[in-house]
């Protein structure tokens, strides 16, 4: 399995800001995907962040409120934009390798005020 | 009808007891079937993976794969207050993931 990390680990922002979230593999991975879970709710998936073209979004969620950069294989960012209360949540990282399954990052816990 | 359905719980079962976690999917999931942990606060774990019919045992743990019937199963043996989190049955149909909504469950001393 892939070792993942996230930045930042938690943040607190206020309303109308906009918060970049990074993930790093310590390897290169075949794809890297971004969730979110809001509390105690499942995971959504966000899109799936493709390396060197633009990421494919799930129903729901747009490149507006929610880009996405891929530039090499063991790094992507996520950015939530023009942030609201109900951006509240949190933001994981995943990646599959090609092999068994997906593997999650820690996350990143997000309050908006 | 979602890909990958579970029931909500929350499942209380006593420690020591076996706890049963349940989970169905659609046709649109085929390959291979996963059972994540997600302690609260904390990101999913792979516990198990499965992907033939019958049992997988690891541990305390067992997956169960009916593929006629379209479920997945994880018994825990001699249940643990530590187990006590969410468990999240997974499928996969070659890049495709699909997650079920998570099965909270409580052991209780």
């Known amino acids: 399995s892939a070792v993942i990390s996230q930045k930042p680990s938690r943040d607190i922002c206020q309303r109308g800001t906009s918060l970049t979230i990074q993930c790093q593999v310590d390897?290169?991975?075949?794809?890297m995907f971004w969730y979110r879970q809001q509390p105690g709710q499942s995971l959504t998936l966000i899109a799936t962040a493709n390396q060197g073209s633009e990421a494919t979004y799930e129903s729901g969620f747009v490149i507006d409120k929610f880009p996405i950069s891929r530039p090499n294989l063991t790094f992507s960012t996520l950015t939530v934009s023009n942030m609201s209360p109900e951006d509240s949540s949190i933001y994981l990282c995943?990646?599959?390798?090609?092999?068994?399954?997906?593997?999650f990052g820690p996350g990143t816990r997000l309050l908006v005020l | 009808q979602k890909e990958v359905e579970q029931n909500s719980g929350p499942l209380s079962v006593p420690e020591g007891a076996i706890a049963s976690l349940n989970c169905t999917y659609s046709?649109?999931?085929?390959?291979?079937f996963f059972w994540y942990r997600q302690y609260s606060g904390k990101s999913p774990e792979l516990i198990m993976s499965i992907y033939s019919n019958g049992d997988k045992e690891d541990g305390r743990f067992t997956a169960q794969l009916n593929k006629a019937s379209q479920y997945v199963s994880l018994l825990i043996r001699d249940s643990q207050p530590s187990d006590s989190a969410t468990y999240l049955c997974a499928g996969r149909n070659f890049n495709k993931f699909y997650f079920g909504s998570g099965t909270k469950l409580n052991v209780k001393p």
């Open positions: 995943s990646v599959y390798t090609g092999g068994e399954t997906q593997y």
């Open positions: 390897s290169q991975v075949t794809m």
């Open positions: 046709d649109r999931v085929s390959q291979s």
